[in-house]
């Protein structure tokens, strides 16, 4: 006959060494989750903290003058090259676009009414619109 | 407009129909002293509005090239492309973190469910077991509520209860703060933000559009 006493006590004693080792792990993992877990955060404050510092770099740079620069000398480059190859004039602005090294920097679209006004104005001079 | 060929040989002019001299796009000293000398020989050439007559086509000035602009704008250009770099190379980490924490890695499933097994098993295997001995006959699943209420308003059934509770209250604590090891939507934003390229300037933004289509 089955001692039930025997029996239920052993269930206890057993179950709860187990909890124990089972407990004992996942209060370890758990702490070095949280430990993780802080230095990710400050990682992430680092990291914004950096993005912002290029942001402000990036403002201290002259993007406009040199896009202003640039827009010139190769709208110069394009009237010139429109002497030799009076064809180019009337070409559509995204090709003369393509072909010119503008600057990326720059308003593609403000690009391409500065171009069309170029076309125009060089036509113009040459009494040819 | 047309003159006689002798007409034409005292100007110095070479060609018949005088539209096509004046279009040409060779203009010199002689052709100009030649128009003052046909708008005095011919009065009605003063009053033509036509444009194509009288004035000479537009010859390109050559532009004399700026060095020191020019060295300014490598310059420029130099000093941009090396911040882009630094810029590509930041979003990048921070694009490799952002999918890493995405996944919320500090935050286990597994240790969730571990936990509340746990409890279960604390309440299921280790209480009512201690609550229910001692005892001299097999226990039937209709008579343990009568057998626990019984065992549980005792000084044995004080202890296992204050013993279990606290157990489990650890636990539970465990389970929070397992849970609560989630990243918010507010920083995974800021972090997202900052994976791409065009957040940082809108010049870079421009690039990107503009590098994108070619």
Redesign the interface.
Known sequence: MLDWNVFYSSLAQSTAAFLGLLGAFIITKIVNNEQQYNESKVTIEEYLIIANNLRERLKNRSFDWYNERTKESVLDKFEEDSYKNKTILYEAPEEIYDKYSFSRFDNKQEILKCIETKQKKILRGNNEI | MKFSDDFYKKMGLKNNTLGSVFNNSLINNNMTKSLMQLSKLNQNLQKINS??FI?P????IP?IPNPR?QDA?IE??E??KD?IA??AT?QE??NC?YNR?LQN????FL?SV??II?IF??IT??SI??L????????TIDSIPNILLENLFSIKGLFILISTLLICS??IV?LI??NS?K?SKE?LE??KN?TMSEN??I??K??V???KE?
């Open positions: 444009c194509k004035s086509v537009k010859i390109p532009k602009l704008m420029e250009r000093k941009i911040l630094e810029v930041h980490r921070a973190l924490l890695p500090h935050s286990s240790l571990s936990i746990s098993l604390i295997c280790i077991p201690l229910i001995i001692p005892t001299d006959t097999y226990i650890i636990f465990f703060k397992n090891m990243f920083d800021k972090l900052i940082y300037s010049f870079l421009n690039y559009e503009n590098t070619t």
